[in-house]
């Protein structure tokens, strides 16, 4: 794929199922992963090694993990919190675990239930236990661009805890916007200081468009020179601890507008359109995607006969 393209990283089963009320079957979750693996995704948040009595909706991520069928290039991803849960994913056989701790400290203590400081000593020992496994890692600082309890986090502090996760030998950083509160200035700001670090190969973007700013966010950082993004089919997602928080950025409306930019992507947005359209079936409710709603800018009409 040419370097202006934009890689979507599909986290919808991850992200977006473990906050809904209703349990996705594991069945349905196999086969929508399967489908979203044919629209040609380098990579698949596929599940979380977390806790069934915290997160029940992610409850048979093992059993997700050994039913769908591995596509030949796409990156099979797990979110895991502890060292018990690497120990369950690399059982799993998953391609790539994925580490989250907030940069603030209050969203981190009432998400994961202890200090940042903790949560980074305990992916070190996270670290320790993949270290021989064939299993790849990514490090994410949640709450990048503002805390709702704290408001915006000092650059300063984001990037320290860029080089720990560097430290810590992690193959590739998130930046995430875990809240919905980044605007484009800002985000391309922390871009800048970031990537010097990162590289525009290992360092990936995750926004939530609670404010409405998600798909510009996203141009703001691709403009400076970022090109991996999470993104959830749908719009499905949001944040338990970030009050008024909508659902992530919506995988086939950045599809849809990378492509009306002439920004290649790899992905067949058609197919996403219509696994879009058959979510509400599965979480039993509306989805936020505009364009599985609207159709693409492409899909013409028939002029009305008033127009004759």
Not at 90 to 102: F, G, P, Q, R, T
Not at 202 to 228: I, S
Not at 276 to 298: F, M, Y
Request: charged share 20%; aromatic share 4%; hydrophobic share 45%.
């Amino acid at each position: 794929m040419s370097s202006d393209a934009l890689i979507v990283q599909e986290v919808a089963t991850r992200d977006g199922f473990q906050i809904e009320p209703v349990f996705v079957p594991t069945e349905e979750k196999i086969r929508l992963i399967d489908a979203l693996s044919e629209t040609g995704f380098s990579r698949i948040e596929v599940s979380s090694f977390v806790s069934p009595k915290a997160v029940p909706a992610l409850a048979d991520a093992a059993e997700v993990f050994a039913g769908i069928r591995r596509r030949s290039g796409t990156v099979y991803v797990a979110l895991v919190p502890n060292p018990k849960g690497a120990e369950r994913a690399i059982a799993a056989k998953v391609d790539e675990i994925n580490l989250v701790a907030s940069v603030s400290e209050t969203h981190n203590r009432a998400n994961m239930g202890m200090s940042t400081a903790d949560s980074i000593a305990g992916f070190a020992r996270i670290m320790d236990a993949v270290r021989d496994a064939p299993v790849s890692t990514n490090a994410t600082v949640a709450t990048a661009f503002g805390c709702p309890f704290e408001g915006d986090q000092p650059v300063d502090t984001v990037l320290a805890q860029v080089e720990r996760y560097l430290s810590l030998g992690v193959d590739g950083v998130t930046l995430a916007d875990t809240t919905g509160m980044a605007n484009p200035r800002q985000v391309a700001r922390l871009v800048a200081r970031v990537l010097p670090l990162v590289g525009a190969g290992r360092l990936t973007l995750h926004f939530h468009n609670t404010r409405g700013l998600g798909l510009a966010n996203v141009l703001a950082a691709y403009d400076t020179g970022a090109r991996r993004f999470d993104a959830a089919l749908g719009g499905l997602g949001g944040c338990p601890f970030a009050p008024g928080a909508t659902g992530n950025i919506c995988t086939e409306d950045l599809v849809s507008m990378a492509h009306e930019m002439g920004v290649p992507t790899g992905l067949n947005l058609e197919a996403l359109i219509g696994l879009s359209r058959d979510l509400p079936r599965l979480v039993g409710h509306d989805v936020p995607g505009q364009i599985a709603k609207a159709g693409r800018p492409c899909d013409l009409h028939p002029a009305p006969a008033t127009a004759a």
